[in-house]
Every structure is written in structure tokens, then in C-alpha cells.
């Protein structure tokens, strides 16, 4: 069964906008995950958050942690329409011999 | 710097003959590999994964196997093909110990025809 569930499934926003997208687990963690999909590729790791950490930036991304509620949010500030693409949350639960669990995904299409 | 290998990117093959992908890591040593399959539009599923030479984990029944041969080698493997193997392959290092994110090879679209 998916550890991580996004929501929304889709989300559509014009270039400049902010999108934003929840990440929900049901697990103790280690840390948790955000990864990005290009169509046809493989994930690009984008941000990893411990599990005694409540927020990190990179660059336009701030993901934020809150294991009292097993859930995490990415938001992509000031989006562009390279961000189109798919994002995944993992869940790297305690016990699980450092397995990532996936989401089924976030599609995001940033509209020039 | 580390990279990841996959190969081939993309695959037809008929129902009931062999496949064998295969995954290359270079630039770092003992990494944890791990093999996943992700259908259109979803989540990817963990299939197998490996912490050492010759040590394979399985995570979902089926007529897939994986192997690997040396320490940056995972490959991926069936005798005979379903229909429901078609899918995204996806093979996938990490440091071994602490806090790390996984890194993705670009992946193998398989079609069983």
C-alpha cells in the first residue's frame, strides 16, 4: 500500500503563481522525501527533510514537515513552466531498512 | 561524481521470452540498489532491492527476479514475460548508511506485445 499519498492528484497555475502540494503518511519516519518526474524520465530528488525538522528551503522550494499530523507540504514559489512535471513524496519509515515509500504523484502544469 | 546507467530505454518484447535490464553505478562504493516498476499515471512500486553482493530482497511476488553480480551491478531479470510486465522500470542507487535520497537512472519503457 502507498505510504504517501499528494493531494492534489492535478494542479494547473499560471507561470508566476505559486503551487503548492500535500504529502500525507501514516507511519513513523526517518525523513521524507520530495522528488520531481519529467514525463518518460527517471525522479530527480529534490529535497529530503529529517524527521525532527519542521521546514528547509532550496532555492523556490520550501518544504515543510509535521509528524504530529504525518504530513508534509512542497510548495514551488514563483513558478515557471519549466516546473511542469510530476512530484512524488517518500516516506523512509523507521524499520523499513531505509526502503522509500512512494506517493502516486502531484501533476503540475504551470501554464505560460 | 556518482552516476547511474540504464539500459535499454526502451523495450518490445513478446509474451513468454526472457528480459534481462541492467543497471550500472559508477563512483561510489557498496550503495544500496533497488529495482522499481511504475505503471502509466502512479506511484512507483519497490520490486526488489539489494544492500550487497548477492543479497537480493524481494518486495512483490512474481515472475521477475533480480541478481547482483558485482557490487555496482543490479539487473533485472524474467524467464518468460506476461502481459503484465509491461511497464516503467526504474533502477535506483543510495549511500548506504544515514539520512539519503535515492538517485534515479532514466528508466526502461517495457511494452510485452
Known amino acids: 500500500s502507498q505510504q504517501g499519498e499528494e493531494d492534489p492528484q492535478a494542479l494547473s497555475i499560471q507561470e508566476g503563481e505559486n503551487a503548492t502540494m500535500n504529502c500525507s503518511y501514516k507511519?513513523?519516519?526517518?525523513?521524507l522525501q520530495w522528488y520531481r518526474q519529467n514525463s518518460g524520465r527517471g525522479l530527480v530528488h529534490l529535497i529530503l527533510?529529517?524527521?525532527?525538522?519542521r521546514e528547509k528551503h532550496s532555492g523556490r522550494l520550501r518544504v515543510t514537515l509535521d509528524t504530529s499530523k504525518k504530513s508534509s507540504s512542497l510548495l514551488i514559489t514563483a513558478s515557471r513552466a519549466a516546473d511542469t512535471a510530476s512530484y512524488f513524496c517518500a516516506t523512509d519509515a523507521i524499520g523499513s531498512a531505509r526502503q522509500l515509500t512512494f506517493g502516486s504523484g502531484t501533476q503540475l502544469t504551470v501554464l505560460p | 561524481s556518482q552516476t547511474i546507467h540504464q539500459w535499454p530505454a526502451t523495450l518490445v518484447q513478446p509474451v513468454g521470452s526472457p528480459l534481462s535490464l541492467e543497471c550500472t553505478v559508477e563512483?561510489?562504493?557498496?550503495?544500496?540498489l533497488y529495482w522499481y516498476r511504475q505503471a502509466a499515471g502512479r506511484g512507483l512500486q519497490l520490486l526488489f532491492y539489494?544492500?550487497?553482493?548477492?543479497?537480493i530482497s524481494s518486495e512483490v511476488p512474481q515472475n521477475l527476479s533480480a541478481s547482483r553480480p558485482q557490487d555496482r551491478q543490479f539487473i533485472l531479470s524474467s524467464k518468460k514475460l506476461l502481459l503484465s510486465d509491461s511497464g516503467f522500470y526504474l533502477c535506483a542507487w543510495r549511500r548506504a548508511l544515514g539520512n539519503q535520497p535515492q538517485h534515479f537512472g532514466d528508466g526502461t519503457r517495457l511494452s510485452i506485445l
Open positions: 563512483g561510489t562504493s557498496n550503495p544500496n
Open positions: 539489494s544492500v550487497g553482493i548477492g543479497q
Open positions: 527533510i529529517r524527521s525532527n525538522e
Open positions: 507511519t513513523s519516519i526517518n525523513n
